[in-house]
């Protein structure tokens, strides 16, 4: 088992940054790959980045590349996504989710096994 927590979210304007972390209890924290989703209202889960195990190799979504940066800090059990130059499109709710069957970053929800219950990420125009 493994337990999710995010917090950071907010209201912030467009071209602002807002960081979210997400908090991990359970199974070892290293022994498992962490990614980030988001779903807009009317829109499916789409995924917006996800980080190996020990942090080396990451992956991003093309709408989020060169202004979202995930990391990790395995000794505080906490993934991080820092989200810069915010637009309104990215407005939506955030989720972290472990996978934990592979090491490596995957792109894909239906590969992960265990979700939080989510940030509310708001971006004003």
């Known amino acids: 088992q493994v337990q999710l927590v995010e917090s950071g979210g907010g209201l912030v304007q467009a071209g602002g940054s807002l960081r979210l972390s997400c908090v991990a209890s359970?199974?070892?924290?290293?022994?498992?790959?962490v990614g980030w989703f988001r779903q807009a209202p009317g829109k499916e889960r789409e995924f917006v980045a996800a980080i190996s195990w020990s942090g080396g190799r990451t992956r991003y979504a093309d709408s989020v590349k060169g202004r979202f940066a995930i990391s990790r800090n395995n000794a505080k059990n906490t993934v991080y996504l820092q989200m810069n130059s915010l637009k309104p499109e990215d407005t939506a709710v955030y989720y972290c989710?472990?996978?934990?069957?592979?090491?490596?970053?995957?792109?894909?929800?239906?590969?992960?096994?265990?979700w939080g219950q989510g940030a509310q990420v708001t971006v004003s125009s």
């Open positions: 359970g199974r070892t924290f290293s022994n498992y790959a």
């Open positions: 989710a472990a996978d934990l069957h592979t090491l490596v970053p995957v792109t894909t929800s239906r590969a992960y096994d265990y």
